[in-house]
C-alpha cells in the first residue's frame, strides 16, 4: 500500500513527488510515457516569471511570486540550468506606457520584488540591438530563465535517490475508490494508495472522471516557437516581452540557458494533445520578431516546436481536495506561470495534504544532484574527468561537445531510459544546429549498448516513435 | 611541433596530407573524429567516384582506399577518433579522445578539411507533427550502407540534392517504395547523371515547383501533403497531393562545418559559408589553409582531390618558410549578380607563376550563355556554354597574364541576345 500516488510526472508532477520525499511516505509517481517532462513541461518558453503579470490577489500571483525565490535554492541543490537575466516589457506609445504602469502597481501589489519602470536611455543600455522607436519598459529583475525539463527531472531523481517510485508507460484507466484507500490501476497492473494526487496537466479531466469528480472546465491553447542557433543568442539580453494590447499579449522572445534564442509563442485553441506546428501559426512570429530585433534572423532556426497549455475557465489554479472524494488532490488547470510556480504549488500541496494526515519529517533527505556538462569544465578539470574515465574522452555530439561520459551517466540515473530524446534532455546531444543528424545513430548505438536492448528498439521519442523499420537485404 | 596538421581524414584531408608530405614537410599528422579515415566516402557505396582523377570508375570507400593506402605509404601520422575542440590563431590545436585524453599540439601549418553537414528539417520549418521517421538522406545512407538497417518502407524524398537522389534508388534496391522526389525549385538541384540513372530509370516521379506543406503523424511519419508553388515560390492553394508514407527525407543542401575556423578567427564568406581564401588556399589567418567541402561545397569528389591537394602544397611551402607574406598587395575576385560565389576570393600578387583556376556557381538555370572574365584593363575572356546550372560548380582556368598591373577581376555571365 502506498501512502500517495501522484498521476503525472510533468513540472508540477515532479515537484510534488520532490517535496513530498522530504516526509516519511511511501510515494510512487505514474506516468503514461517512457519518459518524465513530456507535456507542457518540455514545450514552453522556460521563463521564471516575475509576478506582475497574474491577477491580484489570485493563487497565480501568490505561487509565481513565492516560486520565482524558492526555484533557485532548488536549481542549486539538483544542478539546474537557471540564469537570472531579468526580463523586460517594452513599450512605444501612451497606451503602452498605460499598461506598463498598470502592471508595475499590479507587481508591487503583488510583492514582485526588483521591478521599476525605464526610459528609452536606461532601455537601450540595456538591449542596445532593440530596433528604434520604443519609449519605456517595465524592468523586473527577478525573472529568470531555466531549462524546465531538467527542472523536472531533476526533482524526480532526487525523489526517487529519497524512496519513491516511478513507475513509467503507466496509463491510469481506473480509479477505484474504497473506504479509506483507493486502487489505481493501467488495465493490468493494480495500485492501492491511501492518497492521490491527480497532477497530470492536460489529462487532469479524464483522470477525474474516472472518480467522477471535475466540476471545473479547461480549454487547450496551443504555442508554437522557432528554436534559433546559438549564433543568434547575442542579440538579446533579457527576456523581452511586447506591452499587451486588445489585440493579445505578442511573442516574447527570450535567450535560452542552453545559449539559443527562442521566439513564440502563438495563442490558438485546439485540443489536449496538439502538438503540429502551422504554416499560420509561424507566419505570425515572422511577422512579429522584426519588429522588435531587426537582426534576427528565422532562417538561422533549428527546430520549431509547440506545447499546449491547459487554461481553466476560472482563470485561476486550481489546487484543492476534493470535496466528493477524501484524500483525492486535484492540481489542475496549471497555465503560465505554472513553471515559476511549480515548486511554490507542491508546497501548497504539501500544505493541503498534512491537514488530515500527519507528515513527519525524514531524518536523513538526500538533497544533491550534480551533473557533469565536459563542456562547461576549465582544461584542468577535463583533463582529469578524462583521465579518470577516458569516457569523456569521446566526443559524441560534435555540435554541442557532448562526450560519450555524459551520456552513460544520463543512462545510468536513476529513471530508465530508451529515447533519443532522453538523452538529449539529460546532456544536450542533438540539441545544436544539426539536430542529431550525426550523432543521432552514435547516442543510439550507445543506449543499446548500454541497456542491452536491439538498436531497433531504440525510439527517437515517445513510445511507437520508432527509428529502424527492418532490416536491409545484407547484400543477398 | 609538426610542419602540417590537417583537421579531418576524408578526401579533403588526405589529399592535402599526401600532397603536404610530397612538397617537402616532413611531420604531417591527420586528425579524425571517426574510428576510420575516408570521411563520408565510407558510406557512399555507389559508383561515380574518380572519373576525373583516375580515369576510372571507383565507388567510395575505393576512392577513399586509394588515398589512404597513400598516407600509409608517406609515413604520415594519423590520430583517429578524436576530436578537435580548439584552434587558436597562432596555430596551437587542442584535440581529445579516450586514448591520450587531452592534447594540446601546436603546428607551423594547418589545413582545415572537415566537410560539412546537412541542413537539417528545422531551418526549413515544415509545418505539422514533430514525429519520428523525418531524416536527412546521408543519416538513412549511414543507417542503411553502414549498419544494414532500413529507415522505412514508404518513403517521400524532400529536395533533390544528389544525396537524395542516390538514396532513393538504393532504398529501392533494398525493397522500399519510394513515391516521389519533391523539389521546389523549378530544375533539379541534383547532377544531371543521378536524375537519370536513380529517379528516371526507377520511374520515381520527379516534382518540381513542389514542396512539403504538412508532415502528419503522431509518433512516426503517417502522411504527408505536397503542394505546388509559383515562381516565387509562394504555396498555390488548392494544388495540394496527399502521400501516405511514413518516411521522409530531406536532401536539402549542405552546410560547411566551420565552427573550429572561427574559434581560429578565419574570416568567413557569407556566400559560401567557408573560408575567404587566398589562391594558395591561405585563409586570413597566416597559415591557416582550407580546402573541400569545408570551404565551398563540392558536386564531384575528384573536384575535392584536386584542391586539397593544392592546399597542402601551399601549406607545406608555408611550414619549410617558402612562403609569400600575405600583407602583399591582392587582386579581389568580383562576381556579377549572376553568380553566387568564388573561390578563391582572391589572388595575391606575389604569387602569379601560375594560371588560376577559379571556381564558382550560378545563382540560376541559364542557357546557352558566355561566361565572361574582366580585369580592369578591360582585357576579357569568353567562354561559351550550352547551359550553366546552379548544381554543376563551374571550373575556369584564368592565365596569369590576365592578373598582371590590375586588382580586379570580375566574373560575369552573358546570356545569348543580351
Known amino acids: 500500500m502506498f501512502d500517495v500516488v501522484i498521476i503525472g510526472s510533468g513540472v508540477v508532477g515532479a515537484s510534488i513527488a520532490y517535496e513530498l520525499s522530504k516526509y516519511k511516505l511511501n510515494i510512487c509517481v505514474v506516468e503514461k510515457e517512457n519518459d518524465v517532462s513530456l507535456g507542457a513541461s518540455r514545450a514552453n518558453s522556460g521563463i521564471i516569471h516575475g509576478g506582475y503579470d497574474c491577477v491580484e490577489n489570485s493563487l497565480m500571483a501568490k505561487l509565481n511570486v513565492e516560486g520565482n525565490i524558492l526555484v533557485h535554492q532548488i536549481c542549486k541543490d539538483l544542478d539546474v540550468p537557471l540564469k537570472n537575466i531579468g526580463s523586460l516589457v517594452i513599450g512605444k506609445n501612451d497606451e503602452d506606457k498605460q499598461v506598463i504602469n498598470d502592471l508595475y502597481n499590479r507587481g508591487i501589489n503583488n510583492n514582485v520584488k526588483g521591478i521599476k519602470i525605464i526610459d528609452s536611455k536606461q532601455l537601450y543600455q540595456l538591449e542596445p540591438n532593440l530596433n528604434e522607436g520604443f519609449t519605456c519598459a517595465l524592468y523586473c529583475e527577478s525573472a529568470s530563465i531555466i531549462s524546465p525539463w531538467e527542472l523536472c527531472i531533476a526533482q524526480i531523481e532526487c525523489a526517487i535517490n529519497n524512496g519513491c517510485k516511478l513507475n513509467l508507460n503507466y496509463e491510469v484507466t481506473e480509479i477505484v475508490a474504497h473506504n479509506n484507500y483507493y486502487t489505481v490501476s493501467n488495465g493490468e497492473n493494480s495500485i492501492d494508495t491511501k492518497m492521490i494526487i491527480n497532477a497530470s496537466g492536460a489529462g487532469s479531466i479524464k483522470i477525474d472522471e474516472l472518480l467522477d469528480e471535475c466540476d471545473y472546465q479547461c480549454k487547450y491553447v496551443k504555442g508554437e516557437y522557432y528554436l534559433l542557433d546559438k549564433n543568434q543568442s547575442s542579440i538579446v539580453n533579457h527576456v523581452i516581452f511586447q506591452t499587451p494590447n486588445k489585440n493579445g499579449k505578442g511573442i516574447l522572445i527570450t535567450p535560452t540557458v542552453h545559449n539559443n534564442l527562442l521566439v513564440g509563442p502563438t495563442a490558438t485553441n485546439t485540443t489536449s494533445d496538439d502538438t503540429s506546428v502551422s504554416s499560420d501559426g509561424l507566419q505570425i512570429i515572422a511577422k512579429q520578431v522584426n519588429n522588435i530585433y531587426k537582426d534576427i534572423n528565422l532562417r538561422e532556426n533549428i527546430r520549431n516546436f509547440a506545447g499546449v497549455r491547459v487554461r481553466s475557465l476560472k482563470k485561476d489554479f486550481i489546487i484543492k481536495e476534493s470535496t466528493k472524494n477524501k484524500n483525492y488532490f486535484i492540481v489542475a488547470g496549471i497555465a503560465s506561470p505554472g513553471l515559476s510556480a511549480s515548486v511554490a504549488i507542491a508546497k501548497k500541496v504539501v500544505e493541503l495534504v498534512s491537514v488530515n494526515n500527519q507528515l513527519q519529517q525524514k531524518e536523513t533527505f538526500i538533497n544533491t544532484r550534480k551533473v557533469i556538462r565536459f563542456n562547461e569544465l576549465s582544461e584542468n578539470e577535463k583533463i582529469d574527468l578524462i583521465n579518470k574515465d577516458k569516457n569523456y574522452g569521446r566526443i559524441v555530439c560534435r555540435c554541442e561537445n557532448i562526450s560519450e561520459g555524459e551520456i552513460i551517466n544520463a543512462l545510468n540515473g536513476p529513471i530508465s531510459i530508451s529515447s533519443i530524446d532522453a538523452i538529449k534532455r539529460r546532456c544536450n546531444t542533438g540539441m545544436g544546429r544539426c539536430q542529431g543528424g550525426f550523432c543521432g545513430v552514435k547516442v543510439m548505438e550507445i543506449i543499446a549498448k548500454h541497456q542491452n536492448i536491439a538498436i531497433e528498439n531504440i525510439t527517437a521519442d515517445k513510445k511507437g516513435s520508432y527509428i529502424i523499420s527492418n532490416v536491409t537485404k545484407k547484400g543477398v | ?418
Open chain 2, 1 to 418: 611541433m609538426y610542419d602540417v596538421i590537417v583537421v579531418g581524414g576524408g578526401p579533403a584531408g588526405l589529399g592535402s596530407a599526401i600532397s603536404a608530405k610530397q612538397n617537402g614537410a616532413k611531420k604531417v599528422l591527420i586528425i579524425e573524429r571517426d574510428n576510420v579515415l575516408g570521411g563520408i566516402l565510407n558510406q557512399c557505396i555507389h559508383n561515380g567516384f574518380g572519373l576525373h582523377y583516375f580515369n576510372e570508375e571507383l565507388c567510395g570507400p575505393e576512392y577513399a582506399d586509394r588515398f589512404i593506402k597513400m598516407v600509409k605509404e608517406n609515413d604520415i601520422e594519423i590520430l583517429l577518433d578524436t576530436m578537435v575542440i580548439e584552434i587558436s590563431d597562432n596555430k596551437e590545436i587542442v584535440a581529445i579522445n579516450n586514448q591520450q585524453g587531452y592534447l594540446k599540439l601546436a603546428a607551423k601549418s594547418i589545413v582545415l578539411a572537415m566537410g560539412c553537414r546537412e541542413r537539417a528539417a528545422g531551418a526549413i520549418s515544415i509545418p505539422g507533427n514533430r514525429c519520428a521517421g523525418i531524416m536527412s538522406a546521408g543519416s538513412a545512407q549511414y543507417f542503411i550502407n553502414k549498419q544494414g538497417y532500413m529507415v522505412g518502407k514508404k518513403v517521400v524524398i524532400l529536395g533533390s540534392g544528389d544525396i537524395g537522389l542516390i538514396m532513393a534508388r538504393r532504398l529501392v534496391l533494398e525493397g522500399a517504395q519510394v513515391l516521389a522526389c519533391v523539389e521546389i525549385m523549378p530544375y533539379s538541384n541534383g547532377l544531371v547523371r543521378n536524375v537519370v540513372q536513380c529517379l528516371n530509370d526507377f520511374d520515381i516521379p520527379l516534382l518540381l515547383s513542389h514542396t512539403i506543406t504538412k508532415i502528419i503523424g503522431k509518433n512516426r511519419v503517417e502522411k504527408i501533403i505536397v503542394s505546388k508553388v509559383d515562381e516565387n515560390r509562394n504555396v498555390i492553394i488548392g494544388s495540394e497531393i496527399e502521400f501516405d508514407c511514413d518516411t521522409v527525407l530531406l536532401s536539402v543542401g549542405l552546410i560547411p562545418e566551420n565552427e573550429l575556423s572561427k574559434k581560429a578567427n578565419v574570416d568567413i564568406d557569407k556566400r559560401t559559408n567557408g573560408a575567404i581564401v587566398y589562391d594558395n588556399m591561405e585563409t586570413s589567418v597566416s597559415g591557416i589553409f582550407s580546402c573541400g567541402n569545408v570551404l565551398h561545397v563540392h558536386d564531384l569528389v575528384d573536384h575535392v582531390t584536386l584542391e586539397s591537394l593544392q592546399a597542402g602544397k601551399y601549406a607545406a611551402l608555408y611550414a619549410m618558410n617558402q612562403t609569400i607574406n600575405s600583407e602583399n598587395k591582392t587582386i579581389s575576385l568580383k562576381v556579377d549578380a549572376n553568380i553566387g560565389y568564388c573561390v578563391p576570393q582572391k589572388v595575391r600578387l606575389t604569387n602569379l607563376n601560375e594560371d588560376k583556376k577559379i571556381s564558382f556557381r550560378v545563382k540560376k538555370k541559364f542557357d546557352s550563355c558566355t561566361i565572361i572574365i574582366t580585369n580592369a584593363n578591360n582585357q576579357e575572356i569568353k567562354i561559351n556554354k550550352p547551359y550553366l546550372l546552379p548544381c554543376e560548380m563551374q571550373q575556369v582556368m584564368i592565365k596569369k597574364e590576365l592578373f598582371e598591373n590590375c586588382d580586379e577581376i570580375l566574373i560575369s555571365i552573358k546570356e545569348k541576345g543580351e
